[in-house]
Nanobody
Framework: QVQLVESGGGLVQAGGSLRLSCTDS????????MGWFRQAPGKEREFVAA????????YYADSVKGRFTISRDNAKNTVYLQMNSLKPEDTAVYYC?????????????????WGQGTQVTVSS
């Protein structure tokens, strides 16, 4: 059974960097595309980035393009989100998500498995 666990969140000043990790503790990683989403207080969950099973295809929200990089290491059952040049508006709970199969997508409801989330706070 897929069990996604995020780590790497924290408090950082504007302009700083963080790297989030998402590991399948169920050690199956028998998933297709994976994605990162975020949810700020009072707002809906929004797409951040996604990556295909092979890692050869990635997709980003316009708000993070050029600053964030998604990658995955299937041998380690882990997907990463490198976040650079962080802004206060990036503050949110970040969630990792996985699909059983099919291409990556920005649609929240298309993902089958979710982690518990990790808090990212960017101070000005």
């Amino acid at each position: 059974q897929v069990q996604l666990v995020e780590s790497g969140g924290g408090l950082v000043q504007a302009g700083g960097s963080l790297r989030l990790s998402c590991t399948d503790s169920g050690r199956t990683f028998n998933t297709g595309a994976m994605g990162w989403f975020r949810q700020a207080p009072g707002k809906e969950r929004e797409f951040v980035a996604a990556i295909s099973w092979s890692g050869g295809s990635t997709y980003y929200a316009d708000s993070v393009k050029g600053r964030f990089t998604i990658s995955r290491d299937n041998a380690k059952n882990t997907v990463y989100l490198q976040m650079n040049s962080l802004k206060p508006e990036d503050t949110a709970v970040y969630y990792c998500a996985a699909k059983r199969g099919g291409p990556h997508t920005i649609v929240v409801s298309a993902y089958d498995y979710w982690g518990q989330g990790t808090q990212v706070t960017v101070s000005s």
